[in-house]
């Protein structure tokens, strides 16, 4: 008999906790489902036999969170308290998560003066040390900080001080931001250019007082924003790039400072002006090419359309802004337009181009009741709606928040940089010490040894290191938004694209979804009743479920005239069918599902679904535990099914059908796909499609779970990276690490491309990080001189320390032309499909 029992769990706060958790106690022996809730905080297992409480507290600490024992009081902690500080690199947000004192706060904002990885470390470790800051993410590609914390004990005041006092400005994020950035520092390269220019020119030509007040005023005008850097960066005890340009610029100086008072033989202008210029130089080519970058999802932003015209009671129109847009509101969406909000289609007809939104290439009919999405385009005749989400409410900004987030990330492969990142800085200033040292003492030349020291100090680049992950990430993220994906982590790109194995759900996925052949066949020994007062129980009950089985049987009988009889409560049975009981009703008990589902209830003559003449989708039906009859429903394969399995197999992916329903469909599509038989895997409840795909992990396996998200949920929960085929509007049901907006499984492919591409951006910006900084660090210190009596002058070194970043930043960009949609079949397109109606009798 199987065992129910609840935990509390401790340190939860998003969809991603969710599903660690999920895995964990799933991997426990015994168990045969798990549900996680995250609003309460706690688990319900259900086990064929009795689990230790200490395994189920072993296997929940070792995914990062706590247990305790539901059933004792004394043991139960606030759901959502943290067992102990949670790590930057665990994403941490959510409805739910509390501390002891009251929920916790996420908030996002910018952050200026940040120059490489090692800010971003300062950042970080200025805020974990704030009393009440539970979560500190900085991102340096999108100059932002993403921050969870306590309300009782910080305040946001004071959290922007402690960024401040670290030497770095907090800002609100701000539209007109990455411009002023870029203006800033453009501007502050003209004004440093000028003054080198005039610094060059009088060089030789003027007396050394003149060029001494030059060179220190070159020097507070074009290095004042290095020197600032570099004394934040001090106060915080550790060091960055700043520290590294202010060193090399202030010793060339010091040089031209001694050169004035005779205690030199030369001086170093032209170092001084040219490493200022080339910098500052590349600070503004870099600040302009992350513009481009952030530019991408800024562009996404601005979907919705500043001004909404409001249908008055009394059919006259007024245009207002969209901020006094509220739900309930009737707005005109003229033609050519977009959709300024989240909304239902109170018109007859109205064509949508969804193309900004979900990647759809051509414009989708809709009817009447249909939900819209807010920043489409209305590509017919003006229309009418009802809004139903405004702001922060609309399904537009749900997916940025959830690109954002994914931007926040660090995916594995950028471990091994923070690390380096962490001693690079003190590394590069003890080589140009040793270099300064060696070239001293073997060669007795002190403008060499200033040279190696300055050109090592200058040449070290830790931007590249810490910009090559987050560009990528941020580029090819916002890119796969604009063709209708959604990552909602960035380890989930890295974990695409390295699979192995694809596994795919047939109904709604593989297939159209949509039933084009309803056939029924009453059952011989079924002798109770009229069939027209069981087609009205049918459609009574089916119409309650959203399935896609349940709304085709209810749009084929309400097509044929049958009305629903009552208002039975149905309890449903995810994946498997449902339960119908009407209260007063004598023998009001109908049972309408698959065939493990009826075996399962002990329906009598469920062995009628063999029948060979039968085929499709068979739905049974039963009414007091006796066969009625069985619907067969014919469901198409997707016309772009085919060329999305040959893709993945030519990619070395393997690809397995699971599906609930019987064998003989299951083969039926799989033949059409080009799928092995011995691939294919029917009959299947949700928890047997989660424990064979938990199957494959214990192999070695690296699996992709793609499905609709709902029957599909254990899964996708438990696979290395879950892809939930969506539509848009349904979109907080879901459970995936990736969503694929619209209604094409073509969009599979584009992310399983922009995922290989992004990780192949990473790795080249990551190589030519490191190979940049191993090569150039001995070439600036000299290394060629023994040989050759060669010395790279610093400025060249400063040059190319800020092409090096430049160079990472444009790499990445260059995913904006990479990454292109797959063509949509003709005959794909929802434009020549017929419009899915909603189940009569549904509110």
Request: aromatic residues 6%; neutral net charge.
């Amino acid at each position: 008999m199987p065992v129910t029992h609840r935990y509390n769990i401790s340190g939860m706060t998003c969809q991603n906790c969710v599903r660690h958790v999920t895995r964990a106690l799933s991997s426990l022996p015994g168990v045969t489902a798990v549900d996680v809730n995250l609003e309460k905080g706690s688990a319900t297992v259900e086990s064929s036999a009795p689990i230790p409480f200490d395994k189920v507290q072993a296997a929940v600490s070792e995914a990062g969170y706590e247990a305790s024992d539901g059933s004792d009081p004394a043991m139960r902690r606030p759901a959502g308290t943290p067992a102990a500080p949670a790590s930057s690199d665990e994403p941490v947000s959510g409805p739910g998560r509390t501390s002891p004192t009251g929920p916790l706060r996420r908030t996002s904002f910018r952050v200026e003066g940040m120059h490489c990885a090692t800010c971003v470390f300062t950042i970080e470790k200025t805020l974990r040390k704030e009393q009440g800051v539970t979560r500190a993410s900085v991102n340096l590609a999108t100059e932002s900080c993403d921050l969870t914390f306590d309300p009782e004990k910080t305040t946001l005041d004071r959290i922007f001080s402690a960024v401040r006092e670290a030497g770095y400005t907090p800002l609100l994020p701000d539209a007109e931001a990455v411009q002023i950035e870029y203006r800033r520092e453009r501007n502050g390269l003209l004004l440093t250019a000028v003054l080198a220019g005039i610094l060059l020119l009088l060089h030789h030509r003027t007396d050394r007082g003149w060029i001494l007040f030059l060179s220190v005023l070159l020097q507070g005008i074009g290095g004042w924003t290095f020197y600032r850097g570099a004394l934040a960066a001090l106060k915080q005890k550790t060091a960055n790039m700043d520290t590294l340009v202010a060193l090399g610029t202030t010793a060339a100086l010091f040089t031209t400072i001694f050169h004035a008072f005779g205690l030199t033989p030369d001086d170093m202008v032209m170092t001084q002006a040219l490493l200022l210029v080339f910098i500052r130089a590349g600070k503004v080519l870099e600040a302009w090419v992350k513009s481009r970058a952030r530019s991408l999802l800024t562009q996404t932003v601005s979907l919705l359309p500043e001004k909404a015209i409001l249908v008055l009671p009394d059919n006259t129109t007024r245009p207002i802004p969209l901020s006094e847009l509220t739900g309930g509101s009737t707005v005109l969406v003229p033609r050519g337009e977009r959709i300024p909000a989240d909304g239902i289609l109170l018109d007859p007809e109205a064509w949508v181009d969804l193309s900004l939104v979900t990647g759809e290439s051509l414009p989708v009919r809709k009817t009447t009741g249909a939900e819209l999405i807010g920043g489409a385009t209305n590509a017919g005749s003006p229309f009418r709606l009802q809004v139903t989400g405004t702001g922060k409410d609309t399904v537009v900004f749900r997916i940025l928040s959830m690109v954002q987030e994914a931007q926040t990330g660090r995916p594995p492969v950028q471990r091994l940089a923070d690390r380096v990142s962490a001693i690079f800085v003190p590394s590069v200033i003890a080589l140009a010490i040793f270099s300064f040292v060696i070239f001293r003492l073997a060669t007795g030349n002190f403008h060499l040894a200033l040279m190696a020291l300055i050109g090592v100090l200058v040449v070290a680049c830790p931007c590249a290191l810490g910009l090559a992950t987050p560009t990528a990430i941020l580029v090819g993220t916002a890119r796969a938004l604009r063709m209708g994906i959604v990552f909602r982590k960035g380890e989930a790109i890295e974990t695409l694209s390295r699979i192995n194995l694809l596994a795919i759900d047939k109904t709604g996925t593989l297939t159209e979804g949509t039933f084009s052949d309803i056939r029924w066949t009453p059952s011989s020994s079924f002798r109770t009743g009229s069939e027209n007062a069981l087609r009205e129980d049918v459609l009574a009950a089916v119409q309650q479920s959203s399935h896609p089985v349940s709304q085709a049987i209810a749009t084929s009988l309400s097509t044929q005239g049958v009305s629903p009889h009552g208002h039975p409560s149905v309890e449903e049975y995810p994946g498997k069918g449902l339960i119908a009981r009407w209260t007063g009703k004598e023998g009001g008990t109908l049972h309408i599902g698959n065939l493990s589902f009826l075996r399962d209830s002990g329906i009598d003559g469920s062995g009628s679904f063999t029948d060979p003449s039968l085929s499709g989708v068979l739905v049974g039906v039963a009414r007091n535990g006796i066969l009625a009859g069985t619907f067969s429903l014919s469901d198409k394969l997707r016309p772009e099914a085919d060329h999305v399995l040959r893709y993945f197999s030519s990619q070395g992916v393997e690809v397995h059908l699971l599906t609930g329903d019987g064998e003989n469909e299951a083969l039926r599509i799989a033949r059409l796909a080009g799928i092995s038989p011995d691939r294919v895997h029917a009959a299947l409840a949700p928890e047997e499609k989660r424990n064979r795909v938990r199957q494959w992990e214990d192999e070695g396996r690296t699996v992709a779970m793609a499905g609709d998200g709902i029957n599909d949920a254990g899964a996708l929960a438990q696979a290395s990276v879950g892809i939930a085929v969506a539509n848009a509007t349904a979109l907080t049901r879901e459970n995936g690490d990736i969503l694929l907006l619209g209604n094409h499984l073509l969009r599979l492919v584009d992310a399983h491309r922009a995922a290989n591409r992004t990780m192949a951006k990473i790795r080249q910006n990551l190589g030519w990080a490191f190979l940049y900084n191993v090569l150039g660090i001995p070439l600036a210190g000299g290394a060629l001189y023994p040989f050759f009596h060669i010395f790279v002058p610093p400025y060249y070194s400063g040059l190319a320390m800020s092409l090096s970043s430049v160079t990472v930043v444009a790499n990445a960009l260059s995913l904006t032309f990479s990454l292109r949609e797959t063509p949509l079949p003709p005959d794909s397109s929802e434009k020549t499909l017929p419009e899915k109606q909603p189940s009569p009798g549904r509110a």
